[in-house]
């Protein structure tokens, strides 16, 4: 049977082609009749047999790479340029009868292609028959666009459903026959097989089914150059870029400064130690909760700053966790084995409190709809909420443990939960299936990655393992090098597609590894006191925050000299929030890097620059000078960071930097030097040796002298 008009011009539809039929043997007639089946294979090109190896490594055939690059030329529309390779090589891209073939499909010569698709030498008879099928759905497409329903229900009936090829799509096309109105449902399910008036799409449909060896894949090039930049990118341990195309002109290498490891700020509002924070979905919003028994909602600024939004208070215990709705407008905060509260993230006003009698409340988490919570109870149960408080549904058993980490996947088909100390539960809601990580040490932490692929899970042994849960369970992965020994230590995925992993600390310090390799990449001082949790921003791998038992949380951000904010202190903190946000922060001098004094008044703060002279504060207040600091000078109950001297009144206490020289403080305080000898060891940091000092008309006598190293203290009496 012949061809049907095609709607588009034959000059556009043999654009693709036409460089390659002018490539063919002038003394080739794509019309003769062949005398026998063996004369019409498709004879083996000679990439099938011994040939020329070119590149280093002499692992590339020559014809192969010629050919792929021959047809990279046509796909770009260079036709001029693939024929002249092929001319000058002698390696034509096609052999005979496939260009004979291929210029059959273009033209709708529908029977002559099949009879050429017989001779091409498929050994694979399921290939052999799809690619007839698909030759003949568009054969019955474009009949049935013509309005020659009856060709085309013979050609339905006669050629199409004796292959015994996709049944269920031959039912769709004889219901396009059956009713008009269908012809739609024609139109949709054939888009991702051919489109209508493109027989173009057919033929890259059966250059991805028939063997590479007789068609070579449309894109073959770019796909072989992606994978290679791909391979590239994830071999570099510090790859967190957010722009993703890649050089060609040298291999992938990404610096140590692509990750945060600098110190952008400190955020001091909360009374006591911070034990759990976590970002939005969107990554503008830092969550963060404390054993002082509230939550903090920080505000990520365009400009990379975090501020203080609301401090949300109602708790009767200490705030375990904190976990963000889908949308970010709302976040649930838990108190331990207490109750779960709701709240409206713009205004900063609960919204509901979630309880059951007699029991208590030990995770928290919300359903993808964003209608529905979830939480573990302390009867080893799982409970789900509607918004209003209505419990929906319950699992009794040994669902959770007390420390209880919850998760729910994206589809919300999966809850994950610890079940027993070394067992993480799936529990699948939908077939009501359990599965589980067996672990052979007790879990004390786990997360779940964006793509819900994978669990990192934290053990007590101070190891952290990588699963992958998506068809058999597999330990893929194990990172080590933080130090855990008392304290539950959370983890997290983070950076560019979730390429690392963070994890707090018991030694006051975050570990970063690379995820595809388990190396450790960086390791961030700073915090002083145990780092408990780790969040990495999901809209910018160049953010990171870190919760500390300091009671400080540290916003970690590329190490750039360019940075620069106001506030500078000399240990490379660069901005501090002091939390109240109603408080007065009084009169404010000079500062920068060659800041003379700054005054405040009560409760307020000075910052100097790393010249900074001299630095005073009313009651409760702080100061802070630079590298070459001369004096710091408080009220009662003040403090001071300094270069080389301290005085600090009634209850004050003095730190000294590196080359600090003589500590001094009232009664009650402390100082901190750099100078060592062999005292006995001492819980308790007295008074320096020989001091009379007069605060406030009252005369203090001095009784001892101490020095501090580290974190020990040596006493002398006097």
């Known amino acids: 049977m012949g061809s049907v008009e095609d709607n588009e011009p034959l000059t556009k539809r043999m654009k693709a082609s036409s460089g390659e039929l002018r490539s063919l043997p002038n003394n080739l007639s794509i019309t003769k009749p062949f005398s ?84 091409l030498g498929l050994r694979d008879e399921n290939v052999l028959k799809s690619a007839s099928f698909l030759i003949l759905e568009r054969k019955f497409s474009e009949l049935l666009e013509n309005e020659r329903v009856m060709d085309a229900l013979k050609t339905l009936r006669l050629e199409i459903s004796p292959l015994g090829v996709n049944k269920k799509r031959v039912h769709e096309l004889s219901g396009c026959i059956a009713s008009p109105s269908q012809g739609t449902l024609l139109q949709s399910s054939t888009q991702d097989i051919v489109s209508l008036n493109s027989r173009s799409k057919l033929l890259e449909k059966l250059q991805e089914l028939l063997p590479h060896t007789i068609m070579i894949p449309e894109r073959r090039l770019e ?17 967190n870029s957010m722009d993703g195309t890649l050089s060609l002109y040298s291999d992938h290498q990404c610096g140590r400064d692509l990750l945060p490891s600098q110190t952008l700020q400190v955020l001091q509002a909360h009374l006591d130690e911070v034990w759990f924070l976590q970002f939005s979905n969107n990554g503008k919003y830092l969550a963060s909760s404390s054993s002082d028994r509230s939550a903090i909602i920080w505000e990520v600024k365009e400009d990379g700053g975090v501020s203080l939004r609301h401090t949300l208070t109602g708790h009767q215990k200490p705030v375990s966790t904190v976990a963000w709705s889908p949308d970010d407008h709302q976040i649930l905060t838990c108190g331990i084995e207490e109750s779960i509260r709701r709240w409206d993230v713009s205004s900063g006003s609960c919204l509901h409190v979630y309880e059951k009698v007699g029991l208590g409340l030990i995770s928290c988490g919300w359903f993808p709809d964003g209608k529905r919570v979830f939480s573990g109870v302390t009867d ?10 209505k419990q929906m549904e319950c699992w009794k058993g040994q669902c959770t443990v007390n420390i209880s980490d919850m998760a729910v996947t994206t589809d919300g088909r999966q809850i994950i939960s610890m079940c027993r100390e070394a067992t993480i539960l799936l529990l699948d809601r939908e077939a009501m299936m359990e599965r589980t990580v067996e672990e052979d040490q007790t879990i004390t932490s786990f997360s779940l990655s964006r793509d819900n692929k994978f ?37 997290c995925f983070g950076g560019y597609e979730q390429a690392f992993i963070a994890s707090g600390s018991e030694d006051s310090q975050v570990y970063i590894w690379h995820r595809g390799t388990g190396e450790l990449v960086e390791v961030l001082p700073g915090h002083s006191g145990t780092v ?60 920068g890097i060659e800041g003379i004094v700054g005054i405040e008044g009560c409760g307020g703060r000075v910052t100097l620059g790393s010249a900074g002279m001299v630095g005073m504060a009313g009651r409760g207040g702080n100061a802070g000078l ?30 000294l930097g590196n080359v600090g020289m003589v500590g001094i403080v009232g009664t009650g305080g402390g100082a901190a030097g750099s100078v060592s000898s062999k005292w006995r060891a001492a819980k308790h940091v007295w008074l320096p040796e020989h001091v009379t000092m007069s605060t406030d008309k009252k005369k203090i006598e001095v009784e001892a002298m101490v020095v501090c190293v580290g974190r020990w203290a040596w006493v002398r009496k006097i």
């Open 532 to 591: 408990n949790c780790v969040s990495w921003n999901p809209a910018n791998p160049y953010m990171l925050a870190s919760a500390s038992d300091d009671r400080t949380i540290r916003i970690w951000g590329l190490n750039r000299p360019s940075l620069k904010r106001k506030d500078t202190h000399c240990n490379g903190v660069v901005s501090h929030c002091n939390g109240g946000g109603g408080e007065k922060e009084g009169i404010v001098g000079m500062e």
């Open 223 to 239: 796909h072989l150059v992606e994978q290679a930049l791909s391979v590239q990118k994830e071999a570099c341990f510090f790859h």
């Open 36 to 119: 026998s089946l063996g004369d019409a294979m498709a004879r083996p090109l000679p990439s099938q047999g011994d040939e020329e190896l070119v590149g280093s490594k002499g692992v590339i055939k020559k014809v192969e790479l010629v050919r792929i690059i021959t047809k990279t030329l046509y796909s770009l529309g260079y036709e001029r340029s693939g024929m002249l390779l092929e001319e000058e090589s002698g390696i034509p891209l096609h052999s005979a009868m496939v260009s004979l073939f291929r210029k059959q499909v273009l033209d709708g010569n529908w029977e002559e292609s099949l009879d050429t698709l017989q001779k």
């Open 626 to 655: 630079g590298k070459v600091g001369m004096v710091g000078m408080l009220g009662s109950g003040g403090s001071v960071g300094l270069g080389k001297v301290g005085i600090a009144g009634i209850g004050g206490n003095v730190s």
């Open 455 to 491: 669990l990192l899970v934290n053990l007590i042994n101070q190891e952290i393992h990588l699963w992958s849960i998506v068809g058999d369970l597999k330990l893929v992965a194990k990172f080590k090098g933080h130090k855990r020994s008392r304290f539950v230590i959370r983890s």
């Open 380 to 389: 080893r149960s799982i409970c789900v909420w509607d918004l209003d408080g």
